[in-house]
């Protein structure tokens, strides 16, 4: 009886055994005997560090490519066998970037694609679209050019254009890993409504998003082209650490009312005694002083108003702000990549050069990492690559190469690094070949733009450790972000800006009013949200950003 | 944002009378309308094509800014032929003022000309080119010819020129900064130091266009075979009127030896 059931009911879709290898004869394996199911109406993480094999599982979950051993079914069918039609109308597949995903100018004729492969009759195209800009709260947007999208917007469109398929599963690769935390919250809010609609949802992350985990019914985490683990929610995060994988800080302390029989958050409001922190005052000299500087585009809109700010030598400044607040465009003057049209910047004192030979001094001196530096790789081996930036200074012989020594020993990379190609590592690997490419002209001032943006937990900790580790030599660190928890966890200080002004510029504890006051709270780091929350039943609760100095105080 | 000064007939919507043109009715117009360009030999002819011009851009509603900057590569190239022409008519007759005047004629010739040209894509939709183009390349499927994959290929290189400029930009930013000289010394020397943006550029397009393949895929496209469209293309009377005045137009430009 219960066997004919299952007979007539079989999960909607079934991984069995499946194993995969990019090269001939079982090399590079990239997946290893994987089988589990996902049932209708399910919301499945898998989750797993770069490099473990699930974006790969994602390719042929969708069909999209064949495994090399076992086989993976839908409703019961194998793909292989499936008409493509019936495949495409039942999974739909969302990726990393939007622009890829994209294939109109115009919204509404990028979401009709599918529906338009599908054969179906104008009338029923154009009701599929409204239907699915509806679903991802797009409908505003419905005359749209796809270029006059943000970020996040463009890819709430993809999804759209995947939904118009009328699909009953969304395999999501990474879908938010390139957009800011709002874009990414109503991505989120998006996928929960879906979900409640009966919708199967297989998710493909590096890392649980805290807004997501009561969505989720089942998670699991793959390794090395394995399934390491699999289970519930709750179990996963009794077992995040020893996985490899970090608890979020709200979920530390939720726990830590449970065992304590304390209500979450309110009852936390009279437990927190603040430790008073140790200020060090120091003296400083400006390694950069700006003076109203401004700069546009073009008559209309000013990309950088009024700009005051400076940049203490030695120090680690964070500069924050939202896309399109002036942060990229504030950096790229640094060193003399945008001309100064208006106000001054004094470089160690001295004017900063604009044009000739001085300018390549500057470039030298002033190190700049762009987002996703790896991008700019060009050279065959990690040596020439290292060797570009010091050529260009005019280093040569040993002098050239211990700087390629110091560039790749900075980014912790072994010498074996040296002969092989920029091309054949790891995205993470990628990551620290570039900014080493920058740092082996042995800058004073280093520059980097998003440098975690789409890293994993490890990789992400690496690179913060470089960072710190060159403030120490005495180098001056400059990062550009969006990402609250870095700045206000690394950075010496912060320099605020918003509409292409600065709102203030000071250490993370002085400013971090104007910060949550320029900043939306699905931005903040999750303490700092729950003593916000904390405050107003309580207003003299501190407002603390870090988990440890949180938990120092509830002792 | 960094500021892109190269879109290239990057389509603006406008939802003007001239966007709302039938693709096919568009593209055969313009073909028919740079003909008559192309051969003008008289002042009243180019001031002719000019007001035409004129009037096909305020009817599209697009700012001239826009068509100046997209016709812009192209002045680069006509300030280059009034230099050329000007040195060639010294060197052969001497007379200054004279080259100087046939030069610019002729320079002002190729910048209306492109003009006309980028009017196409700035009026139309990539998707909508295509498929003008797809329903004009159908008869060649007989001799195995691809239509609806090459007409497709054409729409995807339109829509993703303006991404790859930008990226272009950022590379040229990025290298700069680690102290590329890609504005000094001969040609050679240029070329060479243009390496290190041209191979990462290389890179990105094959990536982006793996993974464009792989999304169009999971949504259901393989090749053209019983595609329908949400708008399908509709020859209505004004696309008729449209072509038959641009050829009688240019008839009688003809007739009139202008």
Same mark, same amino acid.
């Given at each position: 009886?219960?066997?004919?059931?299952?007979?007539?009911?079989?999960?909607?879709?079934?991984?069995?055994?499946?194993? /995969?290898?990019?090269?001939?004869?079982?090399?590079?394996?990239?997946?290893?005997?994987?089988?589990?199911?996902?049932?209708?109406?399910?919301?499945?993480?898998?989750?797993?560090?770069?490099?473990?094999?699930?974006?790969?599982?994602?390719?042929?979950?969708?069909?999209?490519?064949?495994?090399?051993?076992?086989?993976?079914?839908?409703?019961?069918?194998?793909?292989?066998?499936?008409?493509?039609?019936?495949?495409?109308?039942?999974?739909?597949?969302?990726?990393?970037?939007?622009?890829?995903?994209?294939?109109?100018?115009?919204?509404?004729?990028?979401?009709?694609?599918?529906?338009?492969?599908?054969?179906?009759?104008?009338?029923?195209?154009? #009701?599929?679209?409204?239907?699915?800009?509806?679903?991802?709260?797009?409908?505003?947007?419905?005359?749209?050019?796809?270029?006059?999208?943000?970020?996040?917007?463009?890819?709430?469109?993809?999804?759209?254009?995947?939904?118009?398929?009328?699909?009953?599963?969304?395999?999501?690769?990474?879908?938010?890993?390139?957009?800011?935390?709002?874009?990414?919250?109503?991505?989120?809010?998006?996928?929960?409504?879906?979900?409640?609609?009966?919708?199967?949802?297989?998710?493909?992350?590096?890392?649980?998003?805290?807004?997501?985990?009561?969505?989720?019914?089942?998670?699991?985490?793959?390794?090395?082209?394995?399934?390491? $683990?699999?289970?519930?929610?709750?179990? /996963?995060?009794?077992?995040?650490?020893?996985?490899?994988?970090?608890?979020?800080?709200?979920?530390?302390?939720?726990?830590?009312?449970?065992?304590?029989?304390?209500?979450?958050?309110?009852?936390?409001?009279?437990?927190?005694?603040?430790?008073?922190?140790?200020?060090?005052?120091?003296?400083?000299?400006?390694?950069?002083?700006?003076?109203?500087?401004? /700069?546009?585009?073009?008559?209309?809109?000013?990309?950088?108003?009024?700009?005051?700010?400076?940049?203490?030598?030695?120090? $680690?400044?964070?500069?924050?702000?939202?896309?399109?607040?002036?942060?990229?465009?504030?950096?790229?003057?640094?060193?003399?990549?945008?001309?100064?049209?208006?106000?001054?910047?004094?470089?160690?004192?001295?004017?900063?050069?604009?044009?000739?030979?001085?300018?390549?001094?500057?470039?030298?001196?002033?190190?700049?990492?762009?987002?996703?530096?790896?991008?700019?790789?060009?050279?065959?081996?990690?040596?020439?690559?290292?060797?570009?930036?010091?050529?260009?200074?005019? /280093?040569?012989?040993?002098?050239?190469?211990?700087?390629?020594?110091?560039? #790749?020993?900075?980014?912790?990379?072994?010498?074996?690094?040296?002969?092989?190609?920029?091309?054949?590592?790891?995205?993470?690997?990628?990551?620290?070949?570039?900014?080493?490419?920058?740092?082996?002209?042995?800058?004073?001032?280093?520059?980097?733009?998003?440098?975690?943006?789409?890293?994993?937990?490890?990789?992400?900790?690496?690179?913060?450790?470089?960072?710190?580790?060159?403030?120490?030599?005495?180098?001056?660190?400059?990062?550009?972000?969006?990402?609250?928890?870095?700045?206000?966890?690394?950075?010496?200080?912060?320099?605020?800006?918003?509409?292409?002004?600065?709102?203030?510029?000071?250490?993370?504890?002085?400013?971090?009013?104007?910060?949550?006051?320029?900043?939306?709270?699905?931005? $903040?780091?999750?303490?700092?949200?729950?003593?916000?929350?904390?405050?107003?039943?309580?207003?003299?609760?501190?407002?603390?950003?870090?988990?440890?100095?949180?938990?120092?105080?509830?002792? | 944002?960094?500021?892109?000064?190269?879109?290239?007939?990057? &389509?603006?919507?406008?939802?003007?009378?001239?966007?709302?043109?039938?693709?096919?009715?568009?593209?055969?117009?313009?073909?028919?309308?740079?003909?008559?360009?192309?051969?003008?030999?008289? &002042?009243?002819?180019?001031?002719?094509?000019?007001?035409?011009?004129?009037?096909?851009?305020?009817?599209?509603?697009?700012?001239?800014?826009?068509?100046?900057?997209?016709?812009?590569?192209?002045?680069?190239?006509?300030?280059?032929?009034?230099?050329?022409?000007?040195?060639?008519?010294?060197?052969?007759?001497?007379?200054?003022?004279?080259?100087?005047?046939?030069?610019?004629?002729?320079?002002?010739?190729?910048?209306? !000309?492109?003009?006309?040209? %980028?009017? !196409?894509?700035?009026?139309?939709?990539?998707?909508?080119?295509?498929?003008?183009?797809?329903?004009?390349?159908?008869?060649?499927?007989?001799?195995?010819?691809?239509?609806?994959?090459?007409?497709?290929?054409?729409?995807?290189?339109?829509?993703?020129?303006?991404?790859?400029?930008?990226?272009?930009?950022?590379?040229?930013?990025?290298?700069?900064?680690?102290?590329?000289?890609?504005?000094?010394?001969?040609?050679?020397?240029?070329?060479?130091?243009?390496?290190?943006?041209?191979?990462?550029?290389?890179?990105?397009?094959?990536?982006?266009?793996?993974?464009?393949? %792989?999304?169009?895929?999971?949504?259901? &496209?393989?090749?053209?075979?019983?595609?329908?469209?949400?708008?399908?293309?509709?020859?209505?009377?004004?696309?008729? !009127?449209?072509?038959?005045?641009?050829?009688?137009?240019?008839?009688?430009?003809?007739?009139?030896? !202008?």
């Amino acid at each position: 009886m219960l066997k004919e059931k299952s007979r007539n009911n079989p999960p909607l879709i079934e991984v069995c055994s499946v194993s /995969f290898s990019y090269g001939k004869n079982n090399t590079g394996r990239a997946l290893n005997r994987v089988s589990f199911f996902v049932t209708r109406g399910e919301r499945v993480a898998i989750l797993g560090h770069n490099g473990s094999g699930k974006s790969t599982l994602a390719k042929i979950m969708g069909g999209i490519i064949d495994p090399s051993e076992g086989y993976c079914m839908v409703n019961g069918k194998k793909i292989q066998e499936m008409d493509f039609r019936e495949l495409r109308g039942t999974i739909g597949m969302l990726f990393q970037d939007p622009e890829n995903q994209i294939v109109a100018a115009m919204l509404e004729d990028d979401v009709a694609f599918a529906p338009e492969n599908q054969g179906l009759t104008p009338d029923e195209i154009q #009701l599929r679209v409204d239907m699915a800009l509806s679903q991802t709260d797009m409908l505003k947007k419905k005359d749209s050019a796809v270029s006059a999208l943000s970020g996040g917007e463009k890819q709430r469109a993809a999804l759209a254009g995947v939904l118009a398929a009328n699909v009953e599963c969304l395999i999501l690769d990474e879908p938010t890993a390139m957009l800011d935390p709002s874009g990414r919250r109503k991505i989120e809010k998006v996928l929960r409504l879906l979900h409640a609609e009966g919708m199967t949802i297989i998710q493909i992350t590096h890392q649980l998003e805290s807004e997501s985990f009561s969505d989720i019914q089942k998670v699991i985490v793959l390794s090395k082209g394995g399934v390491k $683990w699999k289970g519930t929610v709750n179990e /996963f995060w009794d077992n995040a650490e020893i996985l490899g994988f970090s608890v979020p800080d709200s979920l530390k302390i939720q726990r830590y009312c449970d065992v304590k029989g304390i209500i979450f958050p309110e009852g936390l409001a009279n437990l927190v005694h603040r430790q008073q922190k140790e200020e060090s005052s120091s003296t400083y000299h400006d390694k950069f002083l700006v003076d109203g500087l401004s /700069f546009r585009y073009d008559e209309k809109s000013y990309a950088l108003r009024d700009i005051h700010a400076d940049i203490h030598a030695g120090e $680690w400044l964070s500069i924050i702000g939202r896309s399109g607040s002036g942060k990229s465009t504030l950096v790229q003057h640094l060193n003399a990549l945008y001309k100064i049209q208006e106000g001054k910047i004094y470089f160690d004192g001295l004017p900063l050069p604009q044009k000739g030979a001085e300018v390549h001094t500057l470039r030298q001196r002033t190190g700049l990492v762009f987002q996703n530096p790896e991008d700019q790789l060009f050279s065959a081996t990690v040596k020439e690559e290292l060797e570009f930036a010091p050529k260009n200074a005019g /280093f040569k012989g040993d002098e050239l190469d211990s700087a390629v020594i110091y560039g #790749l020993e900075c980014a912790g990379l072994s010498r074996d690094f040296l002969m092989r190609s920029p091309l054949a590592l790891s995205g993470g690997e990628r990551r620290l070949v570039a900014i080493a490419s920058v740092l082996s002209a042995k800058p004073e001032v280093i520059v980097l733009d998003e440098p975690l943006a789409g890293l994993d937990a490890s990789y992400q900790r690496k690179i913060l450790g470089m960072l710190a580790r060159l403030r120490d030599e005495g180098r001056t660190v400059v990062t550009v972000t969006h990402d609250l928890d870095m700045a206000l966890h690394c950075s010496d200080r912060i320099l605020l800006l918003r509409d292409s002004r600065v709102i203030n510029e000071g250490k993370p504890d002085e400013i971090i009013r104007d910060i949550m006051d320029a900043t939306k709270p699905e931005a $903040w780091p999750e303490v700092l949200r729950i003593s916000d929350e904390i405050r107003k039943v309580n207003p003299d609760f501190p407002l603390i950003y870090d988990y440890e100095e949180f938990s120092r105080c509830l002792q | 944002m960094p500021a892109m000064n190269m879109n290239l007939g990057q &389509y603006v919507p406008t939802g003007s009378i001239i966007h709302r043109l039938d693709p096919r009715a568009k593209l055969f117009s313009m073909l028919i309308l740079i003909s008559a360009v192309f051969p003008s030999k008289t &002042y009243t002819g180019v001031v002719i094509c000019f007001g035409v011009l004129m009037m096909i851009v305020s009817l599209s509603k697009i700012s001239w800014r826009s068509v100046i900057r997209s016709a812009k590569p192209v002045l680069f190239l006509a300030v280059f032929t009034m230099i050329f022409h000007v040195a060639a008519g010294i060197f052969r007759d001497g007379d200054i003022l004279q080259s100087v005047i046939s030069g610019a004629f002729m320079a002002v010739r190729l910048v209306i !000309l492109m003009m006309f040209a %980028v009017m !196409l894509p700035l009026t139309t939709s990539p998707l909508e080119l295509a498929d003008g183009l797809d329903a004009i390349f159908r008869p060649l499927e007989r001799f195995r010819f691809p239509a609806n994959e090459v007409s497709m290929m054409i729409a995807m290189a339109l829509r993703f020129i303006p991404l790859l400029m930008e990226e272009t930009d950022k590379i040229m930013r990025a290298q700069l900064s680690r102290g590329a000289r890609l504005d000094q010394g001969n040609i050679f020397q240029r070329v060479k130091a243009f390496m290190p943006v041209l191979i990462p550029l290389i890179v990105i397009i094959f990536r982006r266009a793996d993974e464009i393949a %792989v999304a169009m895929e999971a949504r259901g &496209y393989d090749g053209g075979k019983g595609r329908t469209r949400r708008k399908p293309l509709a020859w209505r009377l004004r696309d008729s !009127l449209v072509v038959l005045m641009s050829v009688t137009g240019v008839g009688i430009f003809f007739a009139l030896g !202008l």
